[in-house]
């Protein structure tokens, strides 16, 4: 259709500048020539054209595919941006991101702030190392617990949080249950097995705060005051009440 379009114009252009001309008998041969110029012209113009056009659209493929590779590498720069690099978990930046996007007041989620007891005396006593290899460990432990919903983090050092939708008290103190007992098995790295619990501060959104400032501030107050319940526990900032209000005072 292209080559086709290519010759009519051709032809049209002949025929405009009054190539074809006749100039008695001996015109009909000049004639014939011209006429084959025309069309040796147009053919030549049509694969010209085509020639271009494949160019294009070679061009235009390359161009889209580069377009692609370039799009997901920044895709790949975000979520590495989101990682924590040691455990493959999403880090405090991935957090606070979903913690600015819950802004939904006719769902209650829950926020987890979970801090490991007794890790300190891992790195202290076999270096960090070792230490490394039981965070990930610890990683590995809350990930089986974690629906596909859910977002589990590690904020840094030894601290850890998981934002969960959609859940009553029901389903936050049946989680962090599993949780806690997911630490109750020693953890072995090289031979060595190492005791390590965790702390759990619980706030729900949006009834403990909205904020995302006051969220985790909550969820630290508790947090807190799991560690000086015992070795493995779990506060609700929600049944603190006037120890949260004198907490938060404080600091």
Request: glycine share 8%; charged share 25%.
């Amino acid at each position: 259709m292209l080559v086709a379009s290519i010759f009519a114009v051709g032809l049209l252009l002949c025929i405009e500048f009054d190539l074809f001309y006749f100039t008695g008998v001996s015109g009909l041969e000049e004639q014939r020539v011209t006429v084959a110029e025309a069309i040796g012209l147009t053919c030549l113009l049509a694969i010209c054209v085509v020639a271009f056009v494949i160019r294009r659209l070679r061009e235009a493929r390359v161009e889209s595919q580069r377009a692609v590779v370039i799009d997901q590498q920044m895709q790949e720069l975000r979520k590495q941006a989101l990682r924590d690099p040691l455990t493959d978990l999403a880090n405090r930046r991935a957090v606070l991101e979903r913690l600015n996007e819950t802004h939904d007041p006719d769902s209650q989620h829950a926020f987890f702030l979970l801090d490991l007891n007794d890790f300190k005396s891992v790195n202290d006593t076999f270096g960090h190392t070792i230490g490394d290899s039981v965070l990930q460990v610890v990683a590995e432990r809350f990930k089986r617990i974690t629906r596909p919903s859910d977002l589990l983090a590690r904020l840094g050092g030894d601290e850890f949080a998981m934002l969960v939708n959609d859940v009553d008290r029901a389903g936050a103190e049946a989680l962090g249950a599993r949780l806690l007992a997911s630490l109750s098995n020693r953890i072995w790295v090289d031979g060595i097995g190492h005791d390590v619990g965790v702390s759990i501060g619980v706030v729900f959104i949006p009834s403990d705060g909205v904020a995302t400032p006051e969220i985790l501030s909550n969820a630290d107050i508790a947090m807190y005051r799991a560690k000086k319940v015992g070795k493995s526990a779990m506060v609700f900032f929600g049944d603190l009440g006037e120890d949260a209000e004198a907490s938060t005072h404080v600091s």
